[in-house]
């Protein structure tokens, strides 16, 4: 039996295509520029292998016009333009995509840099014109085509008159409708935007003639209208740069541009991978945190860019919960995005990539700690509370990783100190690493239950952080020494091994069992201590929760 040939509806199809995959018709302006930069670097291609041709690149460029009157946009490009069957396979066939068979068809390894693969976002010019017309010129012929469509009734093609090589795009912008604005699209600002934000890092210049208001020659006070050509992409990206042309200050310009925050950041992260997967990155660490961290409303992620592309402005899964104050983007050739380009078709490359960063950023924390000891302090102050979620969450799976990362106030030094400096201090007697509990460090020196670690000459670690012991509970223990909270009824010390001052506890048992009459339902037993030595009275705790720790737990709403 012979096979019969699938057949689509292409004027389905082509609804599909320019009603359902893109989820902003903005990218419309992606995908033509896009286009634009594939068929400029097929002349770049091509002159690597043919000697007739030369690229100089400064004869190569992408302009936008926009013609407010006439409801018009106009992409015109240098590129190596179609021919008459071109133009019939490639933006007459839905899903043909002829950048995609050119990277087959020249062999070419290292193609990434070439754009287009599913030969769809041409159409997406419909989603903002009623009639898209291309006059393109191949490279390989003399004579110039006209190819017009309207979408929903197929589309014709004519010779036309065309000086130079290349392809210009005409979009007759559809009119407002009663909440759908497409006056945007004709805009020069919103286009700037748009450009800046999707193709900013598009290797060719984008051009577009900016009406500037400037004062007028000879005289003080009058403006005139001046037309001026620019260019509004930034073509080459920072995260491509030699790390070492770059200053401190071009890393907090583009941490700036990119409105990362407001702050300066606190220090940068500059990443180039070339290994089984790659990818470069700039990650940032503020210095504060911005007003909504700690709220709900916070959303973390990083920049995704596919090849200079923009795919995602927050990719959530680049960041892991306990580095959600990281800012920046990642930008990689080899992600297999789906037909919007607006998500990946598998999530491997992108969980590979996380890893990688994760380990990056956990490094990166640790030599600010080591060798800028004050700025970590700073970022501790904004970020410390996060950590320490981090330490606790997921059933405690972060805890090695994050364990390092942690500073508490210290009695001994009186200011943060790591974990690590704390058990490094450690007489050869004490058991354990004390910590204290409560609302302040003033109010934590105050309590009784400091005073018999202290007087050992013990170390203590003051908790005010509501989080604080939750964390360390879930870490249960720093190279093998255990946490103890001052306030346990067992602390580990010699003379304290039997807490309870027998002698005194027998001459005064009517007292006690007094005392614990009337404080019935609030204590479990009233005993005689040594521990004390200048307060009357200190409270213990007899299972597993402190006092501390069931204040927040009654607290928490059910
Ligand atoms: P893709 O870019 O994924 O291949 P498109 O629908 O955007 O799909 O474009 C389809 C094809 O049309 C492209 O592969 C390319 O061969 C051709 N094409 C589109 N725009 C241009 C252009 N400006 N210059 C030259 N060829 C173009
Ligand atoms: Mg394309």
Known sequence: MSKIEFRAESKKLLDMVINSIYSQREVFLRELISNASDAIDKIYYKALTDDNLTFNPDSYYIKIDANKDKRILKITDTGIGMTKEELENNLGVIAKSGSHTFKAENEIKDGHDIIGQFGVGFYAAFMVADKVTVTSKS??????????????????????????????????????????????????????????????????????????????????????????????????????????????????????????????????????VDGTIRYNAILYIPENAPYNYYSREYEKGLELYSNGVLIM???????????????????????????????????????????????????????ILKDDRKSYEKFFESFGQQLKYGVYSDFGQHKDLLKDLLLFYSSKEKKLVTLEEYVSRMPEDQKYIYYATGESNERIEKLPQTEMVMDKGYEILYFTDEIDEFAIRMLMNYQEKEFRSVSSGDLGIEDDEKDTAEEEQNENKDLFNAMKEILADKVKEVRASKRLKSHPVVLTADGEISIEMEKIINAMPD
């Not at 490279?139 to 093609?157: C, P, R, V």
């Open 139 to 272: 490279l390989e012929s003399d004579e110039a085509f006209k190819w017009e469509s309207t979408g929903s009734d197929g589309y014709n093609i004519e010779p036309a008159e065309k000086a130079e090589v290349g392809t210009e795009i005409i979009l007759e912008i559809k009119e407002n409708e009663e909440d759908e604005n497409y006056d945007e699209f004709l805009e020069e600002n919103h286009l700037k935007q748009i450009i800046k934000k999707y193709s900013d890092f598009i290797r060719y210049p984008i051009k577009m003639d900016i009406t500037e208001s400037m004062l007028k020659e000879g005289t003080e006070d009058e403006y005139e209208d001046v037309i001026e050509e620019q260019t509004i992409n930034t073509m080459v990206p920072i995260w491509k740069k030699n790390k070492s042309e770059l200053s401190n200050e071009d890393y907090e310009n583009f941490y700036n541009e990119k409105h990362y925050g407001y702050d300066k950041p606190l220090k940068h992260i500059h990443i180039n």
């Open 313 to 367: 402005e927050k990719s959530a899964d680049l960041l892991p919960d306990y580095f959600s104050f990281v800012k920046g983007m990642v930008d990689s050739e080899d992600l297999s995005l789906n037909i919007s380009r607006e998500m990946l078709q598998h999530d491997r490359q992108l969980k590979l990539i996380a890893k990688n960063i994760n380990k990056k950023i956990k490094s990166q924390l640790l030599s």
